[in-house]
């Protein structure tokens, strides 16, 4: 429970700096800053509000585009003086149409950010064309076949690791992720649900 009586205020003017991160890939979604009153409607609200300096204003993350900030969770930093909220993003997030406003990296982006994008395109194809797409076509043949390809690939796997391969592992174990991917797709569950149970099973 955020105790609203720590925060410290006046580093900036009566501003808190507020980090927004995905609740489920830990990407940065964005910087605002709140007021007082911005921090009560967010948590009484359950979304982002933020202050705008320039407009001197509330103003909902959303409010015009609809692609709200929902808060899961929330945290203050050691010093009382920025808080990260843990969010569920109800669309792209960043006004140019990127899921984050920090999304011009100089390298590749991070690999957590990455196999969340995966699983969600993975996801988007259902229902599409299977002439146009290999995912779409094991949809389309069923969750009996889609478990076959995850059974072949472990054993793939399997036998690759045994032999010591490394690269023959990588390769196999990169198309096992893929096809427990669609597995776990067809069956309405996703790697958050997988996480919550290896959670469940090892905090503490």
């Known amino acids: 429970m955020l105790n ?11 501003l808190l700096p507020v980090i927004v991160q995905h609740i489920q890939t830990c990407e940065v979604l964005m ?6 009153a911005a ?78 994008k995966l699983e969600r395109l993975i996801a988007s194809r259902k229902g599409v064309d299977p002439q146009t797409s290999y995912t779409a076509q094991l949809y389309a043949k069923g969750t009996k076949r889609i478990a076959q390809k995850v059974g072949e690939e472990g054993v793939e796997t399997a036998l690759a690791a045994t032999v010591k391969d490394r690269e023959e592992t990588i390769c196999e174990a990169a198309d096992l992720a ?15 649900d997988v996480i919550s149970k290896l959670k469940e099973r090892h905090t503490g």
Request: charged fraction near 20%; include cysteine.
């Open 178 to 192: 893929y096809h427990l991917t669609v597995l776990l797709q067809d069956a309405g569950l996703s790697w958050a």
């Open 39 to 116: 921090l009560e409607k967010t948590l009484n609200e359950k979304r982002v509000t933020f202050y705008s300096r320039t407009k001197q204003r509330l103003w909902t993350k959303g409010e015009n585009s609809g692609h709200f900030l929902n808060v899961m969770d929330m945290s203050l930093d050691c010093d009382n003086d920025s808080l990260l909220i843990l969010a569920e993003p109800m669309g792209n997030t960043c006004h140019t149409g990127a899921e984050s406003c920090f999304h011009q990296f100089e390298k590749s982006e991070p690999d957590w950010i990455f196999f969340s």
């Open 4 to 14: 609203l009586t720590q925060i410290n205020w006046q580093k900036i003017d009566n």
């Open 31 to 36: 910087l605002g800053y709140m007021n007082q």
